[in-house]
């Protein structure tokens, strides 16, 4: 920080309150600019241990995604990525570190997490069973994304499904003739797509694989249907007619499917609502989020 404070042309003291972002300071915002600039340039990195030591919170947030491993195919790795690099941005303007790492559903291993001292964790996709495994250990705000709980302590976003469908069926003009969509880890969400199909009385398949997506689109070359997430309607349109079927875009990336399809684009990013939530729960703003449900249309 001397070096720092020394190019700056400020005190030691006040680069140490614009790097660890101390409020109640009197500082322009001038100077605030050039520090981080300057700080920048000369490859500052923050001492997360010797902040954690002094009693303040450790500045990183952990990002946990459930993955089942014994499924292989092309979409389970891209579900979450821009989600991911999306968020660590915004939480890294905030002065936040992310640490992400995968947990495997049937033999969940939480040793490399619980090394760390977190301000806070957000689960993706996360099954009822771990999801109470994993905040009985942590004694932090816990975020779940695209996860149905009824548990009125944890803040969950998940895509507003029944309103995803009835826009759906408003552009197909017709009542969809099957489902298509990614095997979730969460049951909750599960039920509500299940639910919706047998309620229309209709095809649905959780796509496992590449394999599975073929065979079950043998014959429907001219049904109309809809199929959820951005990565499992690319290889979708490689067996069903691309124009008779509804994408929904739940993992915010529509730009990968071209102009031409039907789609359903939310209207607000998951990683923007999820970072002011995990913020607020971290500032210890319980109030402002009593509704611990946020739904994305």
């Known amino acids: 920080m001397k070096d720092i404070a020394e190019k700056s042309n400020v005190s030691i003291a006040t680069v140490s309150y614009i790097l660890n972002h101390v409020k109640g300071q009197k500082i322009s915002d001038e100077t605030k600019k050039r520090v981080l600039t300057i700080s920048k340039e000369m490859g500052y990195i923050p001492n997360l241990t010797a902040r954690t030591l002094a009693g303040k919170k450790s500045g990183l947030i952990g990002i946990l995604r459930v993955c089942d491993l014994t499924i292989e195919n092309p979409w389970q790795d891209f579900i979450y990525c821009k989600f991911i690099n999306q968020i660590e941005r915004i939480l890294n303007r905030f002065g936040y570190h992310v640490l992400f790492t995968k947990v495997d559903v049937s033999c969940p291993e939480l040793n490399v997490v619980l090394q760390r001292k977190l301000d806070g964790v957000i689960l993706l996709d996360v099954s009822e069973d771990i999801f109470y495994k994993i905040s009985n250990i942590f004694h932090v705000p816990v975020l779940i994304i695209d996860g149905y709980l009824e548990d009125c ?36 969400i599960l039920n509500i797509i299940d ?16 394999k599975e997506l073929a065979e079950f689109s043998r014959g429907k070359s001219k049904a109309k249907g809809i199929v959820i997430n951005e990565f499992v309607s690319l290889f979708a349109a490689r067996y069903l007619n691309p124009n008779n079927f509804v994408t929904v875009c739940s993992c915010g990336s529509p730009e990968i499917l071209p102009e031409s399809r039907k789609k359903i684009v939310l209207q607000e990013e998951k990683s923007e609502v999820a970072a002011d939530l995990i913020l607020s729960y971290i500032k210890g703003d319980y109030q402002k989020n009593r509704c611990k449900y946020t739904f994305l249309k």
């Not at 499904?161 to 003739?177: G, H, T």
């Not at 919706?196 to 796509?207: P, S, V």
């Open 195 to 210: 639910s919706y199909a047998n309620k229309k009385g209709i095809e649905l398949l959780f796509a496992k694989s590449v």
């Open 153 to 188: 302590l944890f803040h969950k976003i998940i895509l507003d499904y029944n309103v995803a469908f009835e826009k759906s069926e408003q552009l197909l003009n017709s009542n969809p003739e099957f489902i298509i969509s990614y095997k979730s880890n969460n049951k909750g």
